[in-house]
């Protein structure tokens, strides 16, 4: 396979987010056949709800899980950490069965150990975790936990272990649905990715560097939302620019009135809402904003109204490829921010892992 360019400045993380194949297949493989997974699928019970907290890009990928989750029949739903902590009269219900699924690459983000001790001990909630460390607080705080250790960075903002581990809750939701199709579709996904990175990354860092722009939008419906969301971040983490995400059609009301020639709209297509997503993208087009369309296929019309396209072409259901549709954000964000002079490997005023001091009671 062809190797990205790599510059000094951001050199970790576009390593990282090129390696994703290879870490989704080491990933796969290794929870597959792992006591841990085996585990977690006890845990599974008739008329539970998942309930997936995270923070930051944990929480966008918790959507994207939940997403997942719900599609194969397991009722799920998403909630930051620090909501579940300060509100949790809102989430937890009295007479209804939970299962909580704490996300934290590290492992150590304050909120999410807090949110695990807290569901463990005062709710006596038997918690699973997912991280990309191992030995960390968060093990200690929770019953159970999937360990992804392939999967960790260097880099400050997540890029592969968003990916990772998004995977490895649909392969675990795979598994307890009994959808077998699906899990086989998630081993598969790799393979079908890794040629997409031979040549599209070059065209699309020519794209950025042909164009700058004031403001970003990310447009998303359904499944594909919580990536929207992650494509946001990554754009606002790696280049300090302004970014916001919106449902596709949501945008329309109102928040249109950003469209124009210094705003880049871009729009996640999945075949559900890709009619209506397709006109909305002429819409935005016709009223002078930049657009970018990235979906599995793109026809004509849309051809015609985006500035750049990227097409996945892959075999596999919309719910299966949502980890392909999050790299072209976590690359444009690289790419901006190098343009910028900037260093995504180390973005202004951020760390690796949010930690927080000890709480005072009063």
């Known amino acids: 396979m062809k190797s990205v360019e790599i510059t000094e400045k951001g050199q970790h993380t576009l390593h990282e987010i090129v390696s994703q194949p290879r870490c989704w297949n080491a990933c796969l493989t290794n929870l597959a056949v792992s006591d841990e997974l085996r585990a977690a ?9 998942w309930i997936f907290v995270g923070c930051g890009t944990s929480y966008y990928l918790a959507q994207a899980a939940a997403a997942s989750f719900n599609y194969l029949g397991l009722p799920a739903y998403a909630v930051p950490a620090s909501e579940l902590l300060m509100y949790p009269a809102l989430t937890l219900h009295a007479g209804r069965d939970y299962i909580p699924v704490v996300i934290s690459r590290s492992g150590r ?3 999410a150990v807090r949110v695990a001790q807290m569901l463990e001990k005062e709710h006596n909630l038997r918690a699973l ?8 607080p968060l093990e200690a705080a929770c019953s159970l936990t999937l360990k992804l250790l392939d999967a960790d960075e260097q880099s400050t903002v997540m ?7 998004l995977l490895g ?4 939701a795979a598994i307890v649905s009994g959808n077998d199709r699906f899990r086989r579709a998630l081993l598969d996904l790799s393979k ?6 031979e040549d599209i990354p070059r065209s699309l860092r020519v794209f950025v560097e042909s164009r700058s722009f004031s403001d970003f939008v990310f447009l998303a419906q359904g499944p594909l939302f919580g990536i929207a969301s992650e494509c946001m971040l990554k754009v606002t983490e790696s280049s300090s620019s302004y970014a916001q995400v919106f449902h596709s059609l949501e945008f329309r009301h109102g928040p249109k009135s950003i469209a124009g020639p210094d705003t880049l709209i871009t729009f996640l297509m999945s075949e559900t809402s890709y009619d209506a997503e397709v006109e909305l993208l002429e819409e935005m087009k016709a009223l002078g ?12 019309r849309a051809q015609r109204a985006a500035d750049f396209t990227i097409e996945l072409g892959l075999q596999s259901s919309e719910y299966v490829r949502l980890a392909a549709f999050v790299i072209w954000g976590q690359l444009y964000g690289v ?6 002079g900037l260093n995504p490997d180390s973005p202004k005023n951020l760390t690796r892992v949010v930690e927080l001091g000890p709480t005072v009671s009063t």
């Open 335 to 340: 790419y901006y921010g190098i343009k910028k």
């Open 109 to 111: 983000t304050s909120e």
């Open 289 to 300: 904003a930049a657009t970018m369309a990235i979906a599995n296929c793109i026809d004509s």
């Open 192 to 197: 079908q990715v890794a040629p997409l990175l």
């Open 169 to 172: 809750l649909q392969y675990l």
């Open 41 to 49: 699928t006890r845990l599974a019970r008739s008329g539970a709800e």
């Open 129 to 136: 975790a997912i991280t990309c460390a191992d030995g960390q």
């Open 159 to 165: 890029t592969r272990s968003f990916t990772s581990m």
